[in-house]
């Protein structure tokens, strides 16, 4: 494989020392981008955009084009490819997201359900990842990724998006042996999904735990982070010569950083909502950060944008272990012109940390 030409990346979040922070964007390559807006119509929707490896590309290069200070790539993807793997049977409504045709509300559901081989069921995934990699030629490392167990059962218990997560938190309370089952053949299918990411050439992979701040303490100990840490237990740690750094992401998750800490992984995302200096001072050495601007920042003037980066920066303070990112994904109604300022202020602001 090619030589990185940019590993900062991968670099701070072992904790190694770095010239700037890196900066990514969760949901770079998206619909605030006009390309990609482009690119979705030729493909004709959403899943045919995912389940085709040259469009997957295409559209996962288009923010570094655009972009030249993005230190990551992001495999363009969905996290419910494994559920739709499993027979659920995913489809997109307009205006309403993903909804399935099938939802999982017995025992007996999830005993039927199977473990996804990641290279017959998903190796629409697999030959996305190893085309990326190639076009990429090592100008920036590529990062792979899943939705969480607990995040993809909410979605599979109630059908699509909830608010409430009505169905998933009474089968919880109710059947929590079922839950657990289903819990545990998810971190099954997304330990093997990741590997799988992995040995196709991803040189970094992310966990989303979108709906793990859902949860109540006790609950997110015993099904969400539990399972998390199973996956990390069993993922492959290094591959081509260099160790495959992993991100732990719980959305809300702020309360219980020291427990993800222990986790196992190398670095936890961080929404908004966290002050990421008192963050690093709750967890220490022990991972690196990464986060964590209000994606709504980004509407506001970019000389805003600038000082909400510098004030950023500044908590973190000094030293590598940060990777700059905002604390969900880039809305689509984004000016790119907004976008491109963030970046650039995270590099030209970011220098005087690190020495």
């Known amino acids: 494989?090619?030589?990185?030409?940019?590993?900062?990346?991968?670099?701070?979040?072992?904790?190694?020392?770095?010239?700037?922070?890196?900066?990514?964007?969760?949901?770079?390559?998206?619909?605030?981008?006009?390309?990609?807006?482009?690119?979705?119509?030729?493909?004709?929707?959403?899943?045919?955009?995912c389940m085709n490896p040259e469009f997957a590309c295409e559209v996962t290069m288009q923010p570094l084009d655009r972009y030249p200070q993005l230190d990551a790539a992001i495999l363009f993807s969905d996290i419910l490819t494994i559920p739709d793997a499993m027979g659920q049977g995913l489809y997109f409504e307009t205006g309403e997201g993903p909804r399935f045709k099938k939802v999982v509300s017995t025992m007996a559901d999830i005993e039927a359900l199977p473990i996804p081989d990641p290279h017959k069921d998903l190796g629409y995934v697999m030959d996305a990842v190893s085309t990326?990699?190639?076009?990429?030629?090592?100008?920036?490392?590529?990062?792979?990724?899943?939705?969480?167990?607990?995040?993809?059962?909410?979605?599979?218990?109630?059908?699509?998006?909830?608010?409430?997560?009505?169905?998933?938190?009474?089968?919880?309370?109710?059947?929590?042996?079922?839950l657990h089952l289903l819990l545990d053949k998810l971190a099954q299918s997304v330990t093997s999904y990741l590997n799988g990411q992995i040995m196709a050439g991803a040189q970094a992979v992310q966990i989303f735990d979108s709906w793990g701040g859902n949860l109540s303490?006790?609950?997110?100990?015993?099904?969400s982070l539990a399972y998390m840490r199973k996956i990390v237990s069993g993922l492959i740690r290094e591959h081509e010569?260099?160790?495959?750094?992993?991100?732990?992401?719980?959305?809300?998750?702020g309360l219980w950083l020291e427990s993800i800490a222990d986790a196992g992984a190398d670095a936890l995302g961080l929404d908004w909502t966290c002050d990421i200096g008192n963050a690093r001072a709750r967890v220490g050495n022990k991972v690196a950060l990464q986060g964590n601007m209000d994606p709504t920042v980004l509407y506001a003037k970019p000389e805003a944008i600038r000082t909400e980066v510098g004030r950023i920066l500044a908590s973190y303070g000094k030293g590598s272990g940060h990777v700059f990112n905002l604390g969900h994904g880039i809305t689509p109604e984004v000016d790119p012109e907004h976008a491109g300022a963030f970046l650039r202020a995270v590099h030209e602001l970011s220098a005087q940390y690190h020495e």
Do not use: C, H
């Open 1 to 49: 494989m090619t030589a990185l030409k940019n590993d900062r990346f991968l670099r701070a979040l072992l904790k190694q020392p770095v010239d700037v922070t890196p900066v990514w964007m969760m949901r770079q390559a998206g619909r605030y981008l006009p390309e990609y807006r482009a690119s979705r119509a030729k493909a004709g929707d959403f899943m045919s955009l």
């Open 217 to 223: 303490a006790a609950a997110y100990q015993e099904f």
């Open 241 to 253: 010569g260099r160790k495959v750094p992993v991100i732990l992401f719980t959305k809300g998750g």
């Open 132 to 178: 990326i990699r190639r076009e990429l030629n090592g100008r920036v490392p590529l990062i792979g990724f899943s939705g969480s167990p607990w995040t993809l059962a909410t979605y599979m218990v109630e059908g699509g998006s909830s608010k409430d997560y009505r169905k998933t938190k009474t089968m919880l309370y109710d059947n929590p042996q079922a």
